[in-house]
């Protein structure tokens, strides 16, 4: 069995503030060493509750477990460049999506481009508003995503957008399509099938949850 790491590290980032503390330590006398993280449930590898967008929506403790672990299929997007806009056609061209599937879009962008630069986040490819109605049609149950997906998130570091310039959140996510959040090291599952899991912390009543995103080769 060989286990591939999927997850973003956490660690100071300038587009998350993350904080990770140390409450008790050894060197001032404490039996244990222990720490407090203070940081978003939208940071980092994480994943997206319907609440996040959808006003009474679940939150993530009803995401069940078996909507974001099992057999996902790998779609290859890697030929998408800097601000690429991928739409339906490239998705279509790059596999079958089919009702029920968990999906994983592989841009590779983190091969690329340093994800803890400005560059990475500002500069990405994403997905269209078509392309967004496309999965939307196919109603997968979860989709993975290793880029920045919507164009706008690069705006979020000057302005706050409406919802519906998210065309993934607004479209995916009402249609209960739960999303996977800045996956890093797609590149490393070998073929076009995986046993994948990125299991949320169990927070009552969060919007999202960060998520440590793994994919497992038997």
């Known amino acids: 069995m060989r286990i591939i790491d999927l997850t973003m590290p956490v660690a100071p980032h300038w587009r998350f503030p993350v904080a990770l503390e140390q409450v008790q330590s050894h060197e001032r006398g404490d039996i244990f060493q222990a720490s407090k ?24 403790e009803a995401v069940p477990l078996e909507t974001v672990c099992g057999q996902a299929k790998v779609l290859d997007l890697s030929h998408a460049g800097p601000n690429h806009a991928i739409g339906p056609d490239e998705l279509a061209a790059a596999g079958e999506v089919q009702a029920g599937d968990l999906i994983l879009l592989r841009s590779a962008w983190e091969r690329r481009t340093d994800y803890t630069t400005r560059d990475f986040w500002l500069q990405a490819p994403y997905l269209t508003r078509e392309a967004a109605e496309w999965l939307a049609e196919r109603r997968p149950r979860a989709i993975g995503f290793d880029f920045p997906q919507d164009y706008v998130i690069r705006e979020l570091v000057n302005r706050q957008p409406a919802l519906d310039e998210f065309p993934t959140h607004a ?4 249609r209960g399509v739960i ?7 797609l590149s490393a599952i070998p073929g076009p099938t995986t046993l994948f899991m990125a299991a949320p912390l169990k927070v ?15």
Do not use: K, M, Q
């Not at 993280?37 to 993530?60: M, N, Q, W, Y």
């Open 204 to 218: 009552p009543g969060s919007d999202g949850g960060p998520a440590r995103a793994v994919a497992i080769e038997l």
């Open 171 to 174: 479209l995916l996510l009402a």
């Open 179 to 185: 999303l996977i959040e800045y996956l890093v090291n």
């Open 37 to 60: 993280l203070t940081l978003s449930v939208h940071g980092f590898t994480h994943v997206d509750a319907p609440r996040h967008c959808v006003p009474g929506g679940p939150t993530i």
